[in-house]
T-cell receptor, first 116, second 110 residues
Framework: SAVISQKPSRDICQRGTSLTIQCQVD?????MFWYRQQPGQSLTLIAT?????????ESGFVIDKFPISRPNLTFSTLTVSNMSPEDSSIYLC?????????????FGPGTRLTVL | QQQVKQSPQSLIVQKGGISIINCAYE??????FPWYQQFPGKGPALLIA?????SEKKEGRFTISFNKSAKQFSLHIMDSQPGDSATYFC?????????FGTGTSLTVIP
């Protein structure tokens, strides 16, 4: 399994500002993912972050709004830019790790963002 | 297109009862089916998982039943406890591509 930490755990931000969320993993992983989970909703994949290349964004998400960095195999950041109240959500970092001989997905504790 | 369909959206069960959550998928290439449990304010945590070459997997009070021909799988929580109250997500994967269900909010009443 993988142990994932995120900073900050929560934040309250003003409209128009930006917030950078950090994700740290206790082991080297090839693929890291960023998800958004709106209250009471399922998990929506924002992008896949691979070390040494640009992140791959899902439909509806763009780099200008959600720039991602992946400087090494244990760390990634997601920035939520020019925030609006609609960006209020939980943002989750996840990685694919190996459990036994199976690749499975592990999640961080999440960052709860409130935009006023 | 929702790759994995999950039901019910919410479920209320009496303490000691059996909670059953169902998922269905279309892509027969999926080769791994995990269930996640998420408590309020926490990230989803892997609960139990199954591969399509077995029909059932049991870990304590949690059992996955898998029906390959029907392309369905379900989570059974035996002797449900108030501490099981959480949101449960099913998922299906091919390699590193994971697809999640929409989640089931389970409430176990004392």
């Amino acid at each position: 399994s993988a142990v994932i930490s995120q900073k900050p755990s929560r934040d309250i931000c003003q409209r128009g500002t930006s917030l950078t969320i950090q994700c740290q993993v206790d082991s080297q992983v090839t693929m890291m993912f960023w998800y958004r989970q709106q209250p009471g909703q399922s998990l929506t994949l924002i992008a896949t972050a691979n070390q040494g290349s640009e992140a791959t964004y899902e439909s509806g998400f763009v780099i200008d709004k959600f720039p991602i960095s992946r400087p090494n195999l244990t760390f990634s950041t997601l920035t939520v830019s020019n925030m609006s109240p609609e960006d209020s959500s939980i943002y989750l970092c996840s990685v694919v790790g190996t459990s036994g001989n199976t690749d499975t997905q592990y999640f961080g504790p999440g960052t709860r963002l409130t935009v006023l | 297109q929702q790759q994995v369909k999950q039901s019910p959206q919410s479920l209320i069960v009496q303490k000691g009862g059996i909670s059953i959550i169902n998922c269905a998928y279309e892509n027969t290439a999926f080769d791994y089916f995990p269930w996640y449990q998420q408590f309020p304010g926490k990230g989803p945590a892997l609960l139990i998982a199954i591969r399509p070459d077995v029909s059932e997997k049991k870990e304590g009070r949690f059992t996955i039943s898998f029906n390959k021909s029907a392309k369905q799988f379900s989570l059974h929580i035996m002797d449900s406890q108030p501490g099981d109250s959480a949101t449960y997500f099913c998922a299906a994967s091919i390699g590193n591509q994971f697809y999640f269900g929409t989640g089931t909010s389970l409430t176990v009443i004392p």
